[in-house]
């Protein structure tokens, strides 16, 4: 029987959708079977409307990719998380769905379940590695098992960071997607957690 990893993002400009689809491959190499959620915007159109490319981007991503459910919690045997940093910590998107998963805390249907975390900033320093820690104390709440990357591959000694893929992709005329080396790190962390949690149910 096949691991079950849900991949779980928020994206507004296609950074974490590409860092997505990369730890989406990696697990599916080990045998995975894999559900990518979208997490939706807690703003409203006018407000989105302010940033270039956000309602159009939102639009397409939404028709792409569901959004995230309790029930796909509880069907996963792993989660992966995806949130850019926003200002050094979790996305509101993202935690959003987070905190709507209280009734299966209250279960604690998430209890050992693994857990794993990577993000992306517009800048060097951005907050890529406080993102990611910023949701170890919620994850803990939830009784997951938080997977870590460390330099389990060599990957990590050219992008990313011990705690998770992480990307700084600039901003305006600037901006890039995720380059090879750090998707690599992003495939790795999708075939790492799948192994363990393969590992954990067996």
Avoid at 4 to 30: P, Q
Avoid at 56 to 84: C, H, K, L, Q, V
Avoid at 182 to 187: M, R, T, Y
Wanted: net charge neutral; aromatic share 8%; with cysteine.
């Amino acid at each position: 029987m096949p691991t079950k990893i849900l991949i779980v993002f928020y994206s507004r400009n296609g950074t974490m959708e590409t860092f997505a689809n990369a730890v989406a491959e990696g697990a599916r190499a080990e045998g995975a079977e894999v559900r990518l959620r979208r997490a939706r915007e807690v703003v409203s159109r006018d407000v989105m409307a302010k940033a270039p490319g956000w309602v159009e981007n939102a639009d397409r991503m939404n028709a792409e990719y569901e959004a995230p459910t309790s029930e796909d919690a509880e069907w996963a045997d792993a989660i992966i998380f995806g949130t850019p940093s926003r200002f050094g910590a979790v996305c509101a998107e993202l935690k959003a769905f987070i905190d709507s998963l209280v009734g299966l805390w209250a279960q604690g249907t998430l209890n050992d379940k693994p857990a794993s975390v990577f993000s992306a900033s517009s800048v060097l320093h951005g907050g890529n590695e406080a993102t990611i820690l910023s949701l170890y104390p919620p994850l803990s709440h939830l009784g997951m098992i938080i997977v870590p990357l460390g330099y389990s591959d060599p990957s990590l000694y050219k992008a990313g960071s011990p705690y998770g893929a992480t990307a700084a992709t600039g901003r305006g005329d600037e901006r890039r997607l995720p380059n090879d080396p750090e998707k690599a790190v992003a495939i790795h962390q999708g075939r790492r957690v799948t192994r363990i949690a393969a590992k954990l149910a067996s």
